[in-house]
C-alpha cells in the first residue's frame, strides 16, 4: 500500500533551517509528482511545493516561500525534501508530503496547487519557529 512518512520537524529559530524528508513506498516514484503542503490550526491547507518527474524536474512553489525553500527528490531512494532556509514565524505549521494523483506531469500546472489533486498524504511534521 502506498506509504508516505515525513521526518525532519522540529524547532528552529527565526533565520534558521530545518530539512523536511518524506520516504514514499507502495507505489512507482517516479511515475507521480510530489509536493508539499502545510497546515495551521483553524486553517484551511496551504500549497509550499512540489516538483515533477518526466525525465527532468520542474519545480513549483507558493509565493511565500519562494527564494527560501528547495524542493528536491532522489528518485533512487523514493525520497522527497524539503530545505527550508530563513524561516519565519509565519513557516510555523505541520508539514505534509502528498503524492499528485494524476501519472506524469498536470495538463496545467496550476493542478499543483490545489490540495484535492494529491490522493495519498503522510501523517505531518511539526515544524515551530521561535526564538
Known amino acids: 500500500q502506498v506509504q508516505l512518512v515525513e521526518s525532519g520537524g522540529g524547532l528552529a529559530q527565526p533565520g534558521g533551517s530545518l530539512r523536511l524528508s518524506c520516504a514514499a513506498s507502495?507505489?512507482?516514484?517516479?511515475?507521480?509528482?510530489m509536493g508539499w503542503f502545510r497546515q495551521v490550526p483553524g486553517k484551511e491547507r496551504e500549497f509550499v511545493a512540489t516538483?515533477?518527474?518526466?525525465?527532468?524536474?520542474?519545480?513549483y512553489y507558493a509565493d511565500s516561500v519562494k527564494g527560501r525553500f528547495t524542493i528536491s527528490r532522489d528518485n533512487a531512494k523514493n525520497t522527497l525534501y524539503l530545505q527550508m532556509n530563513d524561516l519565519k514565524p509565519e513557516d510555523a505549521a505541520l508539514y505534509y508530503c502528498?503524492?499528485?494523483?494524476?501519472?506524469?506531469?498536470?495538463?496545467?500546472?496550476?493542478?499543483?496547487?490545489?490540495?484535492?489533486?494529491?490522493?495519498?498524504w503522510g501523517q505531518g511534521t511539526q515544524v515551530t519557529v521561535s526564538s
Open positions: 516538483i515533477t518527474w518526466s525525465g527532468g524536474y520542474d519545480s
Open positions: 507502495g507505489f512507482t516514484f517516479t511515475n507521480h509528482a
Open positions: 502528498a503524492r499528485f494523483r494524476q501519472l506524469g506531469v498536470a495538463y496545467s500546472s496550476r493542478q499543483y496547487y490545489i490540495s484535492e489533486q494529491y490522493d495519498y
